[in-house]
């Protein structure tokens, strides 16, 4: 059997292996298409400091926040595909937002970006200002029906899976909601606990603190079945929509047209993360649930979630 080196000096594996052993030749920075202190930037800081680990060079985390997670993807998506330039995407602006009518088509996501490694899922919640006057999904819901100029609700970004699940919960409920959109979950948590407005729908990490310190009261979760990391809190549907489910995730991408040796070099060191106890217990606690898929796994993921999405928005 011919050796690796073997193999190398007859030239049969060079053009792959070359190209990714000399990767990575400087610095890397990963984009955060949010504002710091959610669950897209602690994850990011997490995945880039091992990845920093791994590969001997810094890591950078550039927040670039704006149009529900767009606005940082597009410029990833301008960058060069040589490897240093990665980042991390969520499922508004990864499969929502293609799909919004208004939006128009600017930004083709699943053309213009590679796809490298489904990072975490990210359960959601609906949560409000203690003094709100109520306590409950179904209070909330009722309560909203009898205000003339309805409840004002806070998300992360206009088509953010934040902002799409509590329209799907007025348009099965009737609920006079209103939609005040924000730049991420730190400064919608901001404004709840300052009480300019009375409930928001967020990422459990950004959440999970202050719940836990009874700064806000959890409504609901959007998942299917309650979250295993705060059983404590119903989901909606089991409080007011059965069958209601949408769910929300991360990955990392690159630009279009990335080498897929490189593609594969960075996926293995996320998925050798999983094995890692720190790493494990770093996404527990935000609130986030490990859920690496391969390249091909989190291509085909996007596709099916692009369809649904589709089905959801236009149908």
Request: proline residues 7%; glycine residues 10%.
């Amino acid at each position: 059997m011919l050796s690796r080196r073997a193999l190398l000096g007859a030239g049969l594996l060079a053009p792959t292996l070359a190209y990714a052993q000399g990767f990575p030749s400087r610095n890397l920075t990963i984009i955060v298409p949010f504002a710091p202190g959610a669950s897209s930037d602690g994850i990011a800081r997490i995945v880039g400091e091992k990845l920093g680990e791994a590969f001997g060079k810094t890591v950078v985390v550039e927040n670039r926040a704006g149009a529900g997670g767009t606005t940082g993807l597009i410029g990833l998506a301008r960058s060069s595909p040589d490897g240093h330039t990665l980042g991390v995407g969520a499922t508004g602006a990864l499969v929502i937002n293609p799909h919004v009518p208004e939006q128009g088509v600017i930004f083709k996501p699943l053309q213009e970006l590679t796809p490298i490694a489904k990072l975490i899922d990210i359960p959601l919640v609906l949560v409000a200002h203690p003094e709100s006057g109520f306590r409950t999904l179904a209070e909330m819901i009722a309560q909203s029906k009898q205000r003339s100029g309805g409840i004002a609700f806070g998300s992360t970004g206009t088509n953010s899976a934040q902002h799409l699940s509590v329209e799907l919960l007025k348009k099965a409920t009737g609920a006079n909601l209103v939609h005040v959109p924000y730049r991420g979950s730190a400064p919608v948590m901001t404004d709840l606990l300052g009480g300019q407005i009375q409930i928001a729908s967020v990422d459990l990490t950004a959440a999970a603190p202050h719940i836990q310190a009874g700064k806000v009261m959890p409504l609901a979760v959007t998942s299917p079945k309650r979250v295993e990391l705060a059983p404590e809190i119903p989901t909606i549907a089991e409080s007011a929509v059965p069958g209601f489910e949408v769910t929300a995730w991360i990955g990392m991408f690159g630009p279009a047209a990335m080498d897929a040796a490189i593609v594969e070099q960075i996926s293995a060191h996320v998925r050798q993360m999983q094995s890692d106890a720190v790493y494990r217990s770093r996404v527990r606690n935000l609130a986030c649930v490990d859920a690496y898929l391969s390249p091909r796994e989190f291509s085909e993921f996007l596709e099916r979630e692009s369809t649904k999405m589709r089905g959801l928005i236009q149908g």
